[in-house]
């Protein structure tokens, strides 16, 4: 069974950072794309990072050059880096993964079989 953690969330100001973990346990990360998600209060599920097993990355508009997405596959934990937080940031973070690349995916949440239980990330102005 896959399981995975997420850790990492907090309460930050406008222009602040967090550093979020997703622990992952349960399956070889060969073939797997693992991907970060956020729901906000009333609002839909967005895909925001992608990475394959192979280390490629992939950026939604949203976030791209502020936000970074990596893996340490000696620790089975996957990162997501947030700089120049700001208060449209706030939302449930999730952790993602399914057994397939990441070019095969839109960035739908549907795409992916595996979640963590998410990390709460408040971002005040």
């Known amino acids: 069974e896959v399981l995975l953690v997420e850790s990492g969330g907090g309460s930050v100001q406008t222009g602040g950072s967090l550093r979020l973990s997703c622990v992952a346990s349960g399956y070889s990360a060969s073939s797997y794309c693992m991907g970060w998600f956020r729901q906000a209060p009333g609002k839909e599920r967005e895909g925001l990072a992608y990475?394959?097993?192979?280390?490629?990355?992939r950026y939604e508009d949203s976030v791209k050059g502020r936000f970074t997405i990596s893996k340490d596959n000696a620790k089975h934990t996957l990162y997501l880096h947030m700089n120049s937080l700001e208060p449209e940031d706030t939302a449930t973070y999730y952790c993602?993964?399914?057994?397939?690349?990441?070019?095969?995916?839109?960035?739908?949440?549907?795409?992916?079989?595996?979640w963590g239980q998410g990390t709460q990330v408040t971002v005040s102005s």
């Open positions: 993602a993964a399914d057994h397939k690349y990441c070019s095969d995916s839109n960035g739908d949440q549907g795409d992916f079989r595996y």
């Open positions: 990475i394959d097993s192979d280390g490629t990355t």
